[in-house]
């Protein structure tokens, strides 16, 4: 069964940065679309990159020039590499993906179990 396993999230000082990888976890077909959430404290979920399978990238307004996102498909696996981090940035950070299992299959919608990152000042 796949899986999306993130990792990387930690402590870190303000200005300092922090990459969060995100892997599948068994061999699989195809994924399209990858994307990274976050849950700040008290805070809906929010969308804060995007990388497609042609490898456009999208950001939320509020990391874009510190964030960026990218694929390695050979490794089924998106990085999130952040910089400048700021207190504002403290939140569980999920990867989300479109996969498709097998050739026959249809493609779903997958999450990872999230990973904390705390950024202090």
């Known amino acids: 069964q796949v899986q999306l396993v993130e990792s990387g999230g930690g402590l870190v000082q303000a200005g300092g940065p922090l990459r969060l990888p995100c892997a599948a976890s068994?061999?699989?077909?195809?994924?399209?679309?990858m994307r990274w959430y976050r849950r700040a404290p008290g805070k809906e979920r929010a969308l804060v990159a995007i990388?497609?399978?042609?490898?456009?990238?999208n950001y939320a307004d509020s990391v874009k020039g510190r964030f960026t996102v990218s694929r390695d498909n050979a490794k089924n696996t998106v990085y999130l590499q952040m910089n400048s981090l700021s207190p504002e940035d403290t939140a569980v950070y999920y990867c989300?993906?479109?996969?498709?299992?097998?050739?026959?299959?249809?493609?779903?919608?997958?999450w990872g179990q999230g990973t904390q990152v705390t950024v202090s000042s």
């Open positions: 990388v497609t399978s042609g490898d456009r990238t």
């Open positions: 989300n993906a479109l996969i498709q299992v097998r050739s026959d299959s249809a493609t779903f919608r997958y």
């Open positions: 068994a061999p699989l077909f195809s994924i399209n679309a």
